[in-house]
């Protein structure tokens, strides 16, 4: 079992943070982090050097292949939570606030360690790995939602949609 903080804090994930946030021209995706696995990847990369929000930002996308890149609004109220908990210092570094990991946020993630090496692994994964339930829900319910969008103009898209739908729920539920 993984220790989790010793206080809780809640913090409202930005809408892009519970939604994948941004990437690479999809639009809205499936959610590659909740809110809670989003602050270990931070800290981890915090911990291997001290960096900016900005350079934070940057790295995620990178290290996702392009699918994942968090608002500002997901990740600078996270550093400031992470500040909050004692794991990150921060440092003026010109205009910019530099992000330091702390002795606490180092026995923290020591202590977190395989959850926070698995995370990074799913984010290193290509796409198609990813293509797990959830995902699949989550690109159904957006092309849903954008295909039914003008239905008072198109109202047999709309019931074209309905029978698509019943149809795969019928045939979900005839599996054995």
Partial sequence: MFRFLHHQHRHHASHDEHHGGRGAGRGRGPKMFDAGAMRYVVLQLIAEKPRHGYDIIKELALRSGGAYSPSPGAIYPLLALLVDMGHVLT????????????????????????????????????????????????????????????FQSHPERLEAIRV????????VQGLV
């Fill in 91 to 150: 440092s003026a570094d010109g205009n910019k606030k530099l992000h330091t990991i702390t002795p606490e946020g180092a026995a923290f993630l020591a202590e977190n360690r395989q959850f926070v090496d698995a995370i990074l692994q799913r984010m290193g994964e290509p796409a198609d790995a990813r293509d797990d339930l959830r995902t699949l829900m989550h690109e159904l319910k957006h092309a849903v939602i954008t295909q039914a969008q003008d």
């Fill in 164 to 171: 698509i739908l019943r149809r795969a729920t019928a045939d």
